[in-house]
């Protein structure tokens, strides 16, 4: 009997507008329990992302001038391709500082912290629920010879399954996928760290343990948000024909008692506990999820 793959695009696609969050909550937490990930559609204002993306693009153009000035283009790309600083952007007008707008402009007043307060059993979930939140904007050029990210888990990095459980919210600023780069996911939900060797990625060996035909790579656009945790399998999507680069955010959120996770003095780009003041007119609101989260 032939077998035939799931349709993962519309099987792991979640369309956010118009639809109560409860219920949305529950069908993210069903797909990241079966299949590791899930895209919500149309989850933000695309405006705001504009507006963060036009801050990057100074900062990415100035470092990729560096690098190409580099003998070692890979070795020099791996410095910064994952970071761009927000500290080298511009600040939005009314903003302390571009980090400050990114969490309390895009994060809080979305799904994202919902999603992640059910996914730590935390139902009262506010800035102070979610102590540790790793923020950063990524910048991934369609270029042969540009470094990309191999199939790995976060996990592998982030530390044990006890200390350095997370959930990832991947939110694009460009259209990618198709002629920009984009993510690849093996959508297993797995329990677990696969064997990663010496480097951040899984072997080959490992990786052929699952077909190659259960691949989902999602067609994005600005104000998708991909949601995963720390022991999905996934990697960046690129092909040699894509000629459009890409900026992204992404969002790593510890549950409250993950206090020690060994990234956490990595650095200020990287993780903080956002407890900086809130803005004049608070975005900040607690969501109670009274139900317990069954699948739908």
């Known amino acids: 009997m032939e077998h035939t793959m799931p349709d993962y695009d519309s099987l792991l696609s979640l369309d956010a507008q118009g639809q109560p969050w409860s219920i949305l909550v529950r069908r993210v937490f069903h797909r990241l329990r079966v299949y ?3 895209v919500l559609r149309n989850a933000l204002p695309r405006g705001l992302l504009e507006t963060v993306r036009a801050a990057g693009v100074p900062e990415a153009r100035r470092l990729s001038s560096l690098t190409r000035q580099t003998e070692h283009l890979e070795n ?3 410095d910064w391709v994952g970071d761009l600083r927000f500290k080298s952007m511009v600040t939005p007008q009314g903003s302390p500082d571009l980090r400050h707008y990114v969490i309390y402009q895009i994060f809080m007043p979305s799904l994202m912290p919902v999603i992640a307060g059910a996914y730590f059993k935390q ?3 506010s800035a102070l629920t979610l102590p540790h939140v790793t ?8 270029q042969v010879g540009s470094m990309v990210t191999g199939m790995h888990q976060d996990g592998n ?11 990832q919210f ?11 780069p984009g993510m690849e996911f093996v959508p297993v939900g797995l329990s677990g760290i696969l064997p990663h060797g010496d480097t951040i990625n899984v072997s080959p060996s490992v990786l052929s343990m699952f077909s190659p035909e259960a691949r989902f790579r999602p067609v994005f656009s600005p104000g998708d948000v991909m949601v995963f945790n720390s022991e999905t399998l996934h990697g960046t999507w690129s092909r040699p024909e894509m000629t459009k680069e890409r900026f992204n955010l992404e969002f790593r ?12 003095n990595e650095g200020e780009t990287r993780f903080f506990a956002p407890q900086i003041p809130a803005p004049t007119e608070p ?10 989260l069954e699948p739908v």
């Open 170 to 180: 991947w939110v694009p600023l460009d259209p990618c996928g198709e002629d920009a």
């Open 157 to 167: 990095f982030t530390g044990s399954m006890d200390i350095g459980r997370s959930v």
């Open 76 to 78: 020099a790309r791996a």
């Open 135 to 142: 923020c950063h904007m990524r910048y991934q050029s369609p």
């Open 36 to 38: 590791g990930c899930v």
């Open 253 to 264: 959120v510890f549950g409250a008692g993950n206090v020690d996770a060994p990234l956490l």
């Open 283 to 292: 975005v900040i609101r607690n969501y109670i999820l009274d139900e317990p």
């Open 123 to 125: 139902f009262r979930v």
